[in-house]
């Protein structure tokens, strides 16, 4: 089992930017899809974007479209959520996940087998 640890949450204000990161145990990081799921309080873990184990297709939640970018740097095992615009609805604990093998990347939480333990986003108006 992959072990991902993610890094770079905090407390920002709205409008300001933060990037996340995962890194990943393994050799076999480049080969798998990679995504960010985030949860709120009182409400159900949802998607945020994916990224293909290429590199070269990504896909976001509609509100988090234009303003997160989603990377991965397969020499440093690590995928990143750049997060610029920043919203108070977007506090929640962040998590990555790895998806499918040579997988484009999806939304469904169900195709996603590994999970890190979260880092916790909080956005003051």
């Known amino acids: 089992q992959v072990q991902l640890v993610e890094s770079g949450g905090g407390l920002v204000q709205a409008g300001d930017s933060l990037r996340l990161s995962c890194a990943a145990s393994?050799?076999?990081?480049?080969?798998?899809?990679m995504g960010w799921f985030r949860r709120a309080p009182g409400t159900e873990r949802e998607f945020v974007a994916a990224?293909?184990?290429?590199?070269?297709?990504?896909n976001y939640a509609d509100s988090v479209k234009g303003r997160f970018t989603i990377s991965r740097d397969d020499a440093k095992n690590t995928v990143y959520l750049q997060m610029d615009s920043l919203k108070p609805e977007d506090t929640a604990v962040y998590y990555c996940?790895?998806?499918?093998?040579?997988?484009?990347?999806?939304?469904?939480?169900?195709?996603?087998?590994?999970w890190g333990q979260g880092t916790q986003v909080t956005v003051s108006s």
């Open positions: 996940a790895r998806g499918g093998f040579l997988s484009r990347g999806n939304g469904r939480d169900a195709s996603y087998d590994s």
């Open positions: 990224i293909s184990w290429s590199g070269d297709s990504t």
């Open positions: 393994g050799r076999t990081f480049r080969t798998y899809a």
